[in-house]
């Protein structure tokens, strides 16, 4: 039997990257993977490949919000985890400058709108289906940035910050309400993923070169891969872990466990 094997599984952001992993390992696993994505193409690709189904949907709007869980309870009659997964760093949206002194008000509320809202209004619609059924998983995806500053990205780190403290109030509204629903926060640090492409460039020598020099500040020595969060999601979502709600859990090759460097004694 797979680990979350009969259970229906929704994944936003799913036609790339992390999402897109998390989809078929949950498919391989035994669930039926619903995938959301405003990359038409590319989810109903991935949807005819690992089955289940695929919804275009726009994150920040709660219309569509409504749209989908409404389908997903009319095909499925059910929801037993939500994979809030998508967002932008806003530095490949054609957005201007991210830093504090000089973001414009408009990216900063775009970013939030599809990070932040995009979350909440996940969190929201999908605990209104799944206390139907008593219970399910939730799980929101944050960020490293969400616990440390990042200067040349203000509104991703804020926005993620935030969703790693709501995270925290859903999980202990629901366990209030005895929903039986569980929530959790992701915090991924250096996973190479498609949404690293402004930062690394596309020209191989210089690419390669920036990726190293990431590297070099990793205690493990190496970016992570989408696979090693979607394992993450696969145990937040299974039976494994139902006695853990409103954590944050970091996968980040011990970025935050402190430096590398750290003071020793002289030989």
């Not at 992390?18 to 035994?30: F, S």
């Not at 405003?38 to 089955?51: F, Q, V, Y």
């Not at 939730?138 to 940035?145: E, H, P």
């Not at 990042?150 to 991703?156: E, H, V």
Request: aromatic content about 6%; charged content about 20%; proline content about 4%.
């Amino acid at each position: 039997m797979g680990r979350v094997q009969g259970k229906i599984a929704l994944v936003t952001g799913g036609a790339r990257g992390i999402g897109a992993a998390t989809a078929e390992l949950l498919a391989a696993e035994g669930a039926t993977v619903i995938i959301t994505d405003i990359l038409e193409e590319e989810g109903k690709a991935l949807s005819d490949k690992i089955g289940g189904g695929f919804y275009p949907l726009d994150v920040s709007s709660e219309s569509q919000w409504q749209r989908v869980i409404s389908s997903i309870e009319k095909e499925f009659g059910r929801l037993d985890i939500l994979f809030n997964n998508a967002g932008i760093i806003g530095l490949s949206e054609d957005l201007g400058s991210q830093d504090p002194e000089n973001i414009s008000l408009e990216s900063w509320h775009h970013v939030h709108q599809i990070n932040l809202d995009g979350v909440f209004l996940g969190c929201k619609h999908g605990m209104g289906l799944m206390k139907k059924q008593g219970g399910g998983s939730i799980i929101n995806m944050s960020s490293r940035s969400g616990i440390v500053g990042i200067p040349g990205a203000s509104a991703y780190a804020s926005s993620k910050a935030a969703i790693r403290n709501h995270t925290k109030t859903v999980a202990l509204y629901c366990a209030e309400k005895k929903y039986g629903i569980r929530c959790n926060s992701l915090h991924p640090g250096a996973i190479l993923t498609p949404i690293w492409d402004p930062m690394l460039g596309t020209h191989p020598g210089t690419r390669e070169k920036i990726i190293a020099g990431i590297e070099a500040g990793i205690p493990l020595g190496h970016m992570g891969e989408p696979l090693d969060v979607a394992y993450a999601v696969l145990y937040l979502g299974s039976e494994e872990s139902t006695y853990i709600t409103g954590i944050e859990l970091t996968l980040d090759g011990g970025i935050l466990a402190g430096s590398a460097a750290s003071p020793q004694k002289a030989e």
